[in-house]
């Protein structure tokens, strides 16, 4: 099993920034996906989770309106498009796959680094 996130980097306040994660070797298509984030200091969060049809998503409060999750099952890829950053959101980012969200986790990926700041 392999999670591998890219697209992180340093950003200025107000920027943009699209995740990827990647994964291989469990039936993507039929797990949640869910983003963690977990910033210096902090307790990792749950930032959002997608279901495994693509119908259902869910966003944390802080995220909201901000933050778009999406997942592309014919290239076992989820997605978080994270726009009008903030240093808040300076944080490692995980993707995560498990049976529904906010459950058990089953696989974590490596982490990519956020980096909001000018």
């Known amino acids: 099993v392999q999670l591998m996130e890219s697209g992180g980097g340093l950003v200025q306040p107000g920027g943009s920034l699209r995740l990827s994660c990647a994964a291989s070797?469990?039936?993507?298509?039929?797990?949640?996906m869910t983003w963690f984030r977990q910033a210096p200091w902090k307790e990792r969060e749950g930032v959002s989770c997608i279901s495994s049809s693509d119908i259902t998503t869910y966003y944390s409060d802080s995220v909201k309106g901000r933050f778009t999750i999406s997942r592309d099952n014919a290239k076992n890829t989820v997605y978080l498009q994270m726009n009008s950053l903030k240093s808040e959101h300076t944080a490692v980012y995980y993707c995560?796959?498990?049976?529904?969200?906010?459950?058990?986790?089953?696989?974590w990926g490596q982490g990519t680094q956020v980096t909001v700041s000018s």
């Open positions: 070797g469990f039936p993507f298509s039929r797990q949640y």
């Open positions: 995560a796959t498990g049976w529904r969200c906010n459950g058990p986790i089953d696989y």
